[in-house]
T-cell receptor, first 110, second 114 residues
């Protein structure tokens, strides 16, 4: 079973600060996805990265896929209260299946 | 756009009771999935259906059965509920041609077994 570990598990910051969430594995993944989940809802896809070393930017969010395709990071610049939520990384496996990390709960205080 | 619709949203069962969680998608996706989400453990795959007419076990299939009724619908059945099955259940779908567009998730069913 491929495992994905996310760190930290919980992050509380003030509005305007930066934050980084990490996703690590000992396994190689064909792709890596990041989702955000709000209370009472299902996860919503933020980005998919497929190439080792790939960097994608989505407004204030920057996603990076490690060169060896075993790890990824999500960096948020100047966080806002609307960024509050549970961030989940997920690694792609055979059969279009996804293996999810345990999640990082982010709280951005105004 | 409805996307993925799950019913019911909440359910309380007594130990030993049975129930079926319903899931339907209107995006003409080939693949459908059932996950459970427990605190600190992310989402774990219970069963999936790569295409209409096929189903396969995921990481935690014990105590569950599934039916891919047609291309739109994928149901999850608990034959004899146990307190360990208390969780939030999510159904998801995907084109089935790759993961670039990710999964589309329903809003979940919160199940409590007492």
């Amino acid at each position: 079973t491929q495992l994905l570990e996310q760190s930290p598990q919980f992050l509380s910051i003030q509005e305007g600060e930066n934050l980084t969430v990490y996703c690590n594995s000992s396994s190689v993944f064909s792709s890596l996805q990041w989702y955000r989940q709000e209370p009472g809802e299902g996860p919503v896809l933020l980005v998919t990265v497929v190439t080792g070393g790939e960097v994608k930017k989505l407004k204030r969010l920057t996603f990076q896929f490690g060169d060896a395709r075993k790890d990824s990071s999500l960096h948020i610049t100047a966080a806002q209260p609307g960024d509050t939520g549970l961030y989940l990384c997920a690694g792609g496996a055979a059969g279009n299946k996804l293996t999810f990390g345990g999640g990082t709960r982010v709280l951005v205080k105004p | 756009n409805a996307g993925v619709t799950q019913t019911p949203k909440f359910q309380v069962l007594k130990t030993g009771q049975s129930m079926t969680l319903q899931c339907a998608q209107d995006m003409n996706h080939n693949s459908m999935y059932w996950y459970r989400q427990d605190p600190g453990m992310g989402l774990r795959l219970i069963y999936y259906s790569a295409s209409e007419g096929t189903t396969d076990k995921g990481e935690v299939p014990n105590g569950y059965n599934v039916s891919r009724l047609n291309k739109r619908e994928f149901s999850l059945r608990l034959e004899s509920a146990a307190p360990s099955q208390t969780s939030v259940y999510f159904c998801a779908s995907n084109h089935g041609t790759g993961l670039r567009y990710g999964y589309t998730f329903g809003s979940g069913t919160r199940l409590t077994v007492v």
